[in-house]
């Protein structure tokens, strides 16, 4: 290791548990966090159509088209989430990655101290570390069958080095989504404290058995401390377009302009536009992935019956807890895919892979892997 800043960072590892499901195209692959609902039609079609604009094709405008920002306000607020002005409170990113890192390069100094909930993201918890922030873990705990957040050891977390909370809802890899009383508490600890949250809403929108969205930024005095991280990578299904924003309250804005020029730079203009295509989608788009979704969330709770797993409220994948298997999260031969999930993984003549948790969800207090549930198998 050259430089200490890398110290405590490990690689993502995925492209260990790729290469260990090889070209076998009988195996449903688990490992990385796609899917194979497909982007809105309409999105594609401009995006297409964008390819021969002139005007797209350009450096301009830095922190992004206005006809986005505008588009995405609109979103947030159509959604619940209070009134911003797109031009004015929003940046545009290439990707939620670098999102994040923007934002949190804007809201901590070295040394600061950033609330993360274990588990998390790997991609938050590492990105905190970059910045040169220290990370603070709050557990998730297993409460009735039901993912739920520590709300003494949240409170137990915040020091005077404390900056920022930083939480992603519906939260990946664990499938928890907080709670009103969860999300009240974090808005409490933040005025009490004077704390900002750092929000990733990328599953948002992802809930399932009928729960509905719920935006931390329109609780009571909390538009102004919300610092918003979106992308159209997951709800969409907008995977490859690499496109994200910060929505920056005030005049924080425009530190993240000047973080984002020299860290992203300028986002693909074909990219933003079927973006922006993509936003104005009715409703009924995402409520069809959804129940997609939930039925193979159902299918695979089914078939890992049986098996230490917490069942998600909302997202992409689940935890399976692979110490109580007799395994640890780095070396798990529990299988992340089956032969087309036609048995459970731990059966015999079952399809056996590494977890995808090899580096790419942080679990720090517990071993666990992690399945995608994002992908399509066969009926059993």
């Not at 430089?3 to 960072?9: G, N, T």
């Not at 006809?67 to 159509?78: C, F, G, M, Q, V």
């Not at 588990?119 to 993912?147: E, Q």
């Not at 329109?218 to 995977?239: H, K, N, W, Y």
Request: aromatic content about 6%; glycine content about 10%.
């Amino acid at each position: 290791m050259s430089v200490k800043r890398l110290a405590h960072i490990p690689g993502f590892n995925i492209d260990r548990v790729a290469a260990a499901a090889g070209t076998d195209p009988d195996v449903l692959r688990m490992e990385n966090l796609d899917t194979d609902i497909p982007p809105p039609e309409a999105a594609m079609e401009a995006t297409r159509a964008a390819i021969g604009e002139d005007e797209a094709n350009s450096w301009l405008p830095f922190t992004g088209r206005d006809d986005l920002k505008d588009a995405i306000a609109a979103y947030i607020e159509r959604r619940g989430g209070p009134r911003y002005d797109g031009r004015r409170e929003i940046v545009i990113t290439c990707g939620e990655g670098d999102a994040m890192l923007d934002a949190l390069f804007c809201v901590t100094d070295p040394g600061d101290e950033v609330i993360l909930t274990d588990p998390t993201y790997a991609g938050m918890l590492n990105r905190v570390r970059l910045v040169g922030a220290t990370p603070r873990l709050v557990p998730l705990r297993v409460i009735n069958g039901a993912w739920r957040l520590d709300l003494e050891a949240l409170r137990a977390a915040v020091s005077d080095r404390t900056r920022v909370v930083f939480i992603n809802n519906a939260s990946f890899p664990s499938g928890w989504v907080a709670s009103d009383d969860e999300w009240a508490a974090v808005a409490s600890i933040c005025r009490e404290r004077d704390l900002r949250l750092l929000y990733w809403g990328g599953f948002e929108g992802v809930l399932f058995d009928g729960r509905p969205i719920r935006h931390p930024a329109a609780l009571a005095g909390m538009r102004d401390r919300t610092v918003t991280v979106g992308s159209p990578t997951l709800e969409q299904r907008m995977i490859a377009w690499r496109i994200g924003w910060v929505v920056a309250p005030g005049d924080l804005v425009n530190d993240v302009s000047r973080v984002h020029i020299y860290n992203g730079l300028v986002p693909s203009g074909f990219n933003q536009i079927g973006t922006r295509v993509a936003l104005g989608v009715g409703d009924k788009d995402l409520a069809m992935a959804n129940a997609e979704w939930q039925r193979r969330r159902d299918e695979t709770l089914r078939q890992l019956k049986g098996l230490p797993v917490v069942r998600p409220a909302g997202g992409w994948s689940l935890l399976l807890d692979v110490a109580v298997l007799g395994s640890t999260a780095w070396t798990s031969p529990i299988g992340s895919s089956s032969k087309r999930w036609q048995q459970p993984p731990c059966e015999a003549g079952a399809t056996r892979l590494p977890t995808g948790t090899s580096g790419s969800s942080s679990v720090t207090s517990r071993s666990s892997g992690w399945l995608c549930l994002a992908k399509g198998f066969i009926e059993p």
